[in-house]
RNA sequence: GGAAGGGUGGCAGAGCGGACUAAUGCGCACGCCUCGAAAGCGUGUGAGGUGAAAGCCUCCGGGGGUUCGAAUCCCCCCCCUUCCGCCA
């Protein structure tokens, strides 16, 4: 959420910030007039409320003196006020969550340095790499889903008799190699981000936090006998593991990562970019998350961008970095780098991370607050999260550009740890 | 799934219908003392909303109820601990 004050207080500013994101004024207008209705009429009940506690002082003091008809008298008194002060508070409280179901579904400030633009045409290459783009042979210009079926990786067919379509099987060797990024990406971060294994069935309330409900919740898997998401990323987790809590400066920048797997209905985008795992419902993938100071977070999102880079020029998979434009941040962030790898096989640019500055927008749904050093009350954190990859698209990457002119497959040398020390998969015959 | 006991401020822990304005201890901050520190003594220490301020209101796991008045009584739910059952 972004701050009720702000909306209230620089109302012109938030129009033209949110305008870029496509927002329309009157809408703010709109939610200005509501907050303004919701503070009189908390206003109004409280009085009553405090009137009701003075009264009923009193009736406890004349309890004690004996003076059972005054005591009498005051409690009928105080029996009107708590009906009015019920008929007063349905109200506020029903204006009160006007307020904050909108504000729910209100998307962050994007920062001033995001590029201007309505949609993802509009996004900025950042850079490259490598410099000097590779060049690709014939061998490498086989799909994914061809050269996993061919050696024994990919059994798509399987997947879909299990789950339906946009499950994948991996096989072997396949199936090693999702294992073997994971570890590999995990072990690549510990240095500086504590490890975490969390659970990937959450409630409401932690998809909430992360703005993942209510507006998205056509693209969640949601089991209902219990009520419990399956998380879409593991930033749903990591965002909620201090929900509600107050931190120290000391702890902060607070780093973790996990490997999960992810879970997304894709509802609105049926028939896009079907083939193999260009889209697929569940896949894993590594996430980084930190909480930090606002004076951290810049410094911070660069620092992650530049981790998740060096995770793709270890694997030596061609990349660009986009720097998204207003109108296509998420709802959360502030600020996004997506990076994209490219893939020969599909000759695609495909998105295998998005590292978001979400500035406080998470930390004031899920209430996550430091106590900074110096100064006054606690303040909000500020959160970002990025994929240290997300595999299932690595994994198309990395089969279709180390194809081979005879039909293998070599895999990265950083991998060989790994994969028990063999980086060759075979071609059949 | 069954039984019992719990969930109170940063932590520990008392309170179990009206002075709760939540005791007390620890921790923390400041002051005194000291060459300096420890100890000791003193003072102060939760969050949120609203308001120019004084103030007012909310929060004792969550929700609902009883009452003039609820941390305290009743109902439902969640979580934790222990025991039993079941289970990878």
Same mark, same amino acid.
Request: aromatic share 6%.
């Given at each position: 959420?972004?701050?009720?004050? #702000?909306?209230?207080?620089?109302?012109?500013?938030? &129009?033209?910030? $949110?305008?870029?994101r =496509?927002?329309?004024?009157?809408?703010?207008?709109? %939610?200005?007039?509501?907050?303004?209705?919701?503070?009189?009429?908390?206003?109004?009940?409280?009085?009553?409320?405090a009137?009701?506690?003075?009264?009923? &002082?009193?009736?406890?003091?004349?309890?004690?003196?004996?003076?059972?008809?005054?005591?009498?008298?005051?409690?009928?008194?105080?029996?009107? *006020?708590?009906?009015?002060?019920?008929?007063?508070?349905?109200?506020?409280?029903?204006?009160?969550?006007?307020?904050?179901?909108?504000?729910?579904?209100?998307?962050?400030?994007?920062?001033?340095?995001?590029?201007?633009?309505?949609?993802?045409?509009?996004? @900025?290459?950042?850079?490259?790499?490598?410099?000097?783009a590779?060049?690709?042979?014939?061998?490498?210009?086989?799909?994914?889903?061809?050269v =996993?079926a061919?050696?024994?990786?990919?059994?798509?067919?399987?997947?879909? &008799?299990?789950?339906?379509?946009?499950f994948?099987?991996y096989?072997?060797?396949?199936?090693? %190699?999702?294992?073997?990024l994971?570890?590999?990406? #995990?072990?690549?971060?510990?240095?500086?981000?504590?490890?975490?294994?969390?659970?990937?069935? @959450?409630?409401?309330?932690?998809?909430?936090?992360?703005?993942?409900?209510?507006?998205?919740?056509?693209?969640?898997?949601?089991?209902?006998?219990?009520?419990?998401?399956?998380?879409?990323?593991?930033?749903?987790?990591?965002?909620s593991?201090?929900? =509600?809590?107050?931190?120290?400066?000391?702890?902060?920048?607070?780093?973790?990562? *996990?490997?999960?797997? +992810?879970?997304?209905?894709?509802?609105?985008?049926?028939?896009?970019?079907?083939?193999?795992?260009?889209?697929?419902?569940?896949?894993?993938?590594?996430?980084?998350?930190?909480?930090?100071?606002?004076?951290?977070?810049?410094?911070?999102?660069?620092?992650?961008?530049?981790?998740?880079?060096? $995770?793709?020029? *270890? #694997?030596?998979?061609?990349?660009?970095?986009?720097?998204? +434009?207003?109108?296509?941040?998420?709802?959360?962030?502030?600020?996004?780098?997506? !990076?994209?790898?490219?893939?020969?096989?599909?000759?695609?640019? !495909?998105e295998?991370?998005?590292v978001?500055? +979400?500035?406080?927008?998470?930390?004031r749904?899920?209430?996550?607050?430091?106590?900074?050093?110096?100064?006054? =009350?606690p303040?909000?954190?500020?959160?970002?999260?990025?994929?240290?990859?997300?595999?299932?698209?690595i994994?198309?990457? $990395?089969?279709?550009?180390?194809?081979?002119?005879?039909?293998?497959?070599?895999?990265?040398?950083?991998? *060989?740890?790994?994969?028990?020390?063999?980086t060759?998969?075979?071609?059949?015959?």
């Amino acid at each position: 959420m972004i701050d009720i004050r #702000l909306v209230r207080d620089d109302t012109e500013a938030i &129009k033209a910030a $949110l305008g870029r994101r =496509g927002i329309d004024p009157a809408d703010i207008d709109r %939610l200005v007039a509501l907050d303004a209705q919701a503070r009189s009429s908390i206003g109004a009940r409280d009085e009553v409320r405090a009137r009701i506690k003075a009264i009923s &002082k009193e009736v406890g003091a004349a309890r004690r003196d004996g003076d059972t008809a005054r005591a009498e008298a005051l409690s009928e008194e105080s029996r009107d *006020a708590g009906e009015r002060e019920r008929e007063l508070d349905v109200t506020a409280t029903d204006i009160q969550d006007q307020v904050r179901s909108i504000l729910l579904v209100l998307p962050n400030l994007p920062s001033a340095d995001a590029p201007d633009g309505a949609g993802p045409e509009d996004n @900025v290459v950042a850079r490259s790499w490598p410099e000097v783009a590779p060049v690709y042979g014939d061998h490498q210009r086989v799909p994914h889903w061809e050269v =996993g079926a061919a050696l024994g990786l990919l059994d798509m067919e399987r997947g879909a &008799k299990l789950s339906g379509s946009m499950f994948p099987l991996y096989r072997g060797m396949g199936a090693r %190699l999702v294992r073997a990024l994971e570890s590999f990406a #995990l072990d690549r971060h510990a240095d500086a981000y504590e490890e975490i294994r969390p659970p990937t069935l @959450v409630l409401t309330e932690t998809m909430v936090s992360t703005g993942h409900l209510p507006k998205f919740e056509e693209d969640a898997y949601h089991l209902e006998r219990d009520d419990l998401w399956a998380i879409p990323t593991a930033e749903v987790p990591l965002t909620s593991m201090w929900r =509600g809590d107050i931190l120290d400066e000391a702890d902060l920048p607070l780093r973790l990562t *996990a490997g999960t797997s +992810c879970y997304r209905r894709e509802a609105g985008s049926a028939g896009r970019d079907t083939r193999g795992l260009l889209r697929v419902h569940e896949f894993e993938k590594v996430e980084l998350f930190a909480y930090s100071t606002p004076d951290q977070a810049a410094a911070e999102h660069e620092a992650m961008v530049a981790r998740a880079e060096d $995770l793709l020029q *270890a #694997l030596g998979l061609q990349y660009r970095v986009l720097d998204l +434009c207003a109108g296509d941040i998420g709802l959360s962030a502030a600020r996004t780098f997506d !990076l994209e790898v490219y893939s020969p096989g599909v000759d695609m640019w !495909l998105e295998v991370s998005s590292v978001s500055w +979400c500035s406080d927008y998470q930390a004031r749904r899920a209430n996550i607050r430091y106590r900074p050093e110096e100064g006054k =009350g606690p303040v909000f954190v500020h959160t970002l999260n990025g994929s240290a990859l997300a595999w299932a698209r690595i994994w198309a990457a $990395l089969v279709e550009t180390g194809r081979q002119d005879d039909g293998s497959v070599v895999l990265p040398d950083v991998l *060989a740890p790994y994969l028990g020390g063999r980086t060759v998969v075979d071609a059949p015959g």
